[in-house]
């Protein structure tokens, strides 16, 4: 009887424990819910990387993290190179991660509720709403049905083709190799099995094409293929407001882009005029979208140009992708914003629609808090990393921060304290900017009656 008595009581406890743990989790934001899923990903993943069977080589704990945060976040930097350090199994870990930190974990986990129960609990549905900046309009449930099929559709096509012209190529083990790179585009992690990316497939055409599709694909967003098949189900009558600005943005940054490293870009010059133009079209591509390949080495731009990459990857992805950055249509909010304001207009206004005030203040919000986070993380790495030039750390900066990827190649010779800190910003960059912001601020209970204080501009 006692050993049953104290059976019952350690039953009675684990069941308070777990009670205890559902309440504490059902109180967090979903910002901090969000924050906290991910660095579970995080941690699971550098645990499993850290395995003796997932490691070619001996590597430190340190860059086991590093890694696992970049598969997570989707940016693509790295301290080892994937394809000699890990494993299959360790590829097979990476790769895991990649399509969870893409497809974002919440979206998983509701779709395997959705197919259990076709409910989704309202903790679900509110973090679904903040990873992907879902509006109002868009029920979570609907949403996350259509982006686990369209992504498997996209990926599969992606493998398939790819297969093919790396099996013509002679690539060492083209269908692993097809599935890894496909997914990794679309959910523009930029990770690679090949040591200098896509530089030895720069005038390959093919490749260029199908790389660039799924990429654009997955950092246009899932609002896109949702207001589509509405349209084309007859749902609604036209595309909405969000769809236009995403595609407007888009293809204004890739054309505009493409044209400028076109004419300035030195290193693209001897090239003739269809490698030159594929070149240029992929490297703007890749940090427009955050996807991270390249087909030329990025140390060996020019100042002029980088200035452009520095621009694309702060503005990043469209919501509701798997890119990073500060978003198109937060861009589209700024630039109505200064325009109105020079015109002397009360009410913001861009492509003819008034922005929601709401829309606005985010907008400007994660701009104010990128810039500040950027700031603070670029002082910081000029301290640790005090042999890195200026133009380094802010690329590196700005790519952590965006998931973008691409590195001048400070990444390998970061020292512990700057990896540390650039996984702090693609952490950061992973669940929004803004988002992370509010994940780590305290909540605001304060009621307190408002007075006459009017600030002066």
């Not at 509701?110 to 029920?139: C, D, W």
Request: glycine share 8%; aromatic share 10%; net charge neutral.
């Amino acid at each position: 009887m006692p050993e049953q008595d104290s059976s019952d009581g350690w039953s009675r406890d684990m069941r308070r424990t777990q009670a205890s743990a559902r309440f504490a989790i059902l109180r967090l934001s979903p910002a901090k819910l969000l924050l906290l899923g991910y660095s579970s990903y995080i941690i699971i993943g550098w645990l499993l990387l850290s395995l003796p069977i997932a490691q070619a080589v001996d590597l430190d704990a340190i860059d086991n993290l590093f890694i696992a945060t970049s598969a997570v976040s989707t940016t693509g930097l790295v301290t080892v190179d994937p394809g000699t350090s890990y494993t299959f199994f360790g590829q097979i870990i990476i790769l895991l991660l990649i399509q969870i930190g893409g497809l974002g974990y919440m979206t998983l986990g509701s779709f395997i509720v959705l197919s259990v129960s076709n409910n989704l609990g309202r903790l679900r549905e509110q973090a679904t709403q903040r990873a992907f900046n879902l509006p109002e309009t868009i029920k979570p449930k609907q949403f996350v049905k259509s982006v686990v099929v369209f992504t498997l559709i996209c990926e599969t096509i992606g493998a398939v083709a790819l297969y093919l012209m790396f099996a013509a190529s002679g690539v060492e083990n083209p269908v692993w190799s097809a599935i890894f790179h496909s997914i990794s585009a679309f959910c523009t992690a930029g990770f690679s099995l090949n040591s200098t990316s896509f530089e030895a497939f720069s005038s390959d055409v093919g490749v260029n094409l199908v790389i660039s599709a799924l990429s654009i694909l997955g950092a246009m967003g899932f609002l896109i293929v949702l207001d589509v098949s509405r349209t084309l189900t007859g749902k609604t009558s036209h595309l909405g407001f969000t769809t236009k600005i995403i595609v407007r943005m888009t293809m204004l940054f890739l054309l505009v882009g493409t044209a400028l490293f076109f004419v300035i870009e030195p290193s693209v010059q001897s090239l003739d005029p269809t490698d030159r133009l594929l070149a240029s079209f992929f490297q703007v591509m890749t940090a427009s979208t955050t996807v991270g390949f390249n087909t030329l080495p990025i140390s060996g731009l020019s100042a002029s140009i980088l200035l452009v990459l520095f621009f694309l990857m702060i503005i990043g992805a469209s919501p509701a992708g798997t890119g990073g950055g500060l978003k198109t249509t937060s861009f589209a909010a700024l630039v109505g914003l200064v325009r109105s304001t020079l015109k002397g207009r009360d009410r913001i206004r861009f492509f003819k629609r008034q922005i929601p005030l709401g829309q606005l203040q985010n907008a400007t919000a994660a701009f104010s808090y990128y810039i500040c986070l950027a700031t603070i993380a670029a002082f910081l790495l000029f301290l640790t990393e005090p042999g890195a030039t200026f133009e380094h750390v802010l690329f590196e900066v700005f790519s952590a921060m965006g998931t973008v990827g691409l590195s001048m190649g400070l990444t390998g010779e970061l020292s512990e304290l700057g990896k540390l800190l650039i996984i702090i910003l693609m952490t950061a960059g992973r669940i929004g900017i803004l988002t992370f912001g509010i994940a780590l601020a305290s909540r605001d209970e304060s009621r307190a009656e408002e007075e006459d204080n009017e600030l002066v501009l």
